[in-house]
């Protein structure tokens, strides 16, 4: 039986989302610099810690974990 378990990670992006696209993010690494990875929009919620203002907006990335 596998185990399947979501989290979130920080990342920022564009505000406002295209809708139903794909979008390029920066991601910090923890250790250095950070990194752009490109991701579907539809894995991206606005994060509680975002301002609410400015052109770019802090997102929580939804990541899948299968383990089994």
Known sequence: MS???TSG?????PRPLPEHSRVRVWMDAGSGGGHEVTV???HLTLSDRDS????RAIYELRTID???
Do not use: A, D
Not at 9 to 13: A, D, I, K, P
Not at 52 to 55: C, E, F
């Open 9 to 13: 990670v920080l990342v920022v992006g």
């Open 3 to 5: 185990e399947i378990q």
């Open 52 to 55: 609410g203002q400015g052109s």
């Open 66 to 68: 299968r383990r089994g």
């Open 40 to 42: 579907r929009t539809e």
